[in-house]
């Protein structure tokens, strides 16, 4: 079927230009000063004197294209599958970019994601799963603004943690929670705009475009500040596994795509979930600290020093 090919097609080019996008503007925000998010305008005026996070940014603003491609052609919950397979190329350009190391724990605990979101993927059947095309705009507000609100507050509350002097390092958890919560929203408003398209007064009068420039102007600001104090290869893992599973089970309800009516299916698509929920849980919230160095003994003077 050409349609599933191009929707997959798609989500792959989606995945790759996430992926070099985000390890782009990790590279470039490490050469940069401090950013805050209390400072909005400082920071943009900074992140866009870098060619390099301007490359960056122009990456994930492809992937969104991509993205709507996908979403004309998939379930949502299809495309999130596909989706989740982007980490892997994300975890090795950190890697050989970035130079970043994840620990045991941490690799566990992303093959653990991987398990839980393949679960999902693995509750879905091509011939009983149906592309919706469009929301009540009361529902779709109903779903977006408290998770909008939620992702807000969560960010505020990591921030207010890490203002604490003494307080150990964060891995990023926190930060990817909330800023996957308004990707999440953006997710599902960018699922909206492609079944409203090319209708284009159909698509102001809808919220789609209103909740796309709310989750771009926050996103943007608190996803660059945490960036450049987190590691990519964990920040931005948490951050597509609450994406995609917020915009998994939320967007397959609010579009109408059918939830699975046999067992099986059923249980695999709620435990997945529910793994992948526990997982983010036990993740570790603070980087380990360097093992303190012995100190150096003084060296014993011989009979002809001073």
């Given at each position: 079927?050409?349609?599933?090919?191009?929707?997959?097609g798609?989500?792959?080019?989606?995945?790759?230009?996430?992926?070099?996008?985000?390890?782009?503007?990790?590279?470039?925000?490490?050469?940069?000063?401090?950013?805050?998010?209390?400072?909005?305008?400082?920071?943009?005026?900074?992140?866009?004197?870098?060619?390099?996070?301007?490359?960056?940014?122009?990456?994930?603003?492809?992937?969104?294209?991509?993205?709507?491609?996908?979403?004309?052609?998939?379930p949502?919950?299809?495309?999130?599958?596909?989706?989740?397979?982007?980490?892997?190329?994300?975890?090795?350009?950190?890697?050989?970019?970035?130079?970043?190391?994840?620990?045991?724990?941490?690799?566990?605990?992303?093959?653990?994601?991987?398990?839980?979101?393949?679960?999902?993927?693995?509750?879905?059947?091509?011939?009983?799963?149906?592309?919706?095309?469009?929301?009540?705009?009361?529902?779709?507000?109903?779903v977006?603004?408290?998770?909008?609100?939620?992702?807000?507050?969560?960010?505020?509350?990591a921030?207010?943690?890490?203002?604490?002097?003494?307080?150990?390092?964060?891995?990023?958890?926190?930060?990817?929670v909330?800023?996957?919560?308004l990707?999440?929203?953006?997710?599902?408003?960018i699922?909206?705009?492609s079944?409203?398209?090319?209708?284009?007064?159909?698509?102001?009068?809808?919220?789609?475009?209103?909740?796309?420039?709310?989750?771009?102007?926050?996103?943007?600001?608190?996803?660059?500040?945490?960036?450049?104090?987190?590691?990519?290869?964990?920040?931005?893992?948490?951050?597509?596994?609450?994406?995609?599973?917020?915009?998994?089970?939320?967007?397959?309800?609010?579009?109408?795509?059918?939830?699975?009516?046999?067992?099986?299916?059923?249980?695999?698509?709620?435990?997945?979930?529910?793994?992948?929920?526990?997982?983010?849980?036990?993740?570790?919230?603070?980087?380990?600290?360097?093992?303190?160095?012995?100190?150096?003994?003084?060296?014993?003077?011989?009979?002809?020093?001073?």
């Open positions: 079927m050409p349609a599933v090919v191009w929707g997959v798609a989500a792959l080019l989606a995945n790759t230009l996430y992926s070099v996008g985000f390890v782009l503007e990790k590279r470039a925000l490490t050469r940069l000063p401090e950013v805050s998010v209390r400072r909005p305008a400082h920071l943009l005026r900074q992140v866009v004197t870098s060619p390099l996070w301007l490359a960056g940014s122009i990456a994930l603003a492809s992937g969104f294209g991509a993205q709507l491609a996908v979403y004309r052609t998939l949502i919950a299809a495309a999130q599958g596909i989706f989740v397979s982007g980490l892997v190329l994300l975890l090795l350009l950190s890697a050989r970019l970035l130079g970043e190391r994840t620990s045991s724990r941490e690799r566990y605990a992303i093959a653990a994601i991987l398990a839980a979101l393949l679960m999902v993927v693995l509750s879905l059947r091509e011939d009983a799963d149906s592309v919706g095309r469009d929301s009540p705009a009361a529902l779709i507000l109903t977006c603004v408290p998770s909008l609100l939620a992702g807000l507050y969560l960010y505020a509350a921030e207010r943690r890490a203002r604490h002097r003494h307080r150990q390092p964060t891995t990023g958890v926190e930060y990817g909330a800023v996957g919560l990707y999440g929203v953006s997710s599902l408003a699922k909206g705009v079944g409203v398209l090319p209708d284009i007064p159909a698509l102001f009068r809808s919220p789609y475009p209103y909740l796309l420039l709310c989750t771009g102007a926050f996103g943007l600001v608190m996803s660059q500040a945490a960036l450049q104090r987190c590691r990519a290869s964990l920040i931005v893992p948490v951050c597509t596994t609450v994406t995609c599973l917020f915009t998994a089970v939320l967007g397959t309800l609010a579009f109408g795509e059918s939830l699975p009516h046999e067992p099986l299916r059923l249980a695999l698509r709620v435990a997945g979930t529910a793994l992948a929920v526990a997982v983010l849980l036990l993740m570790p919230k603070h980087d380990t600290p360097p093992p303190p160095q012995p100190a150096q003994e003084p060296r014993e003077l011989l009979p002809h020093e001073p």
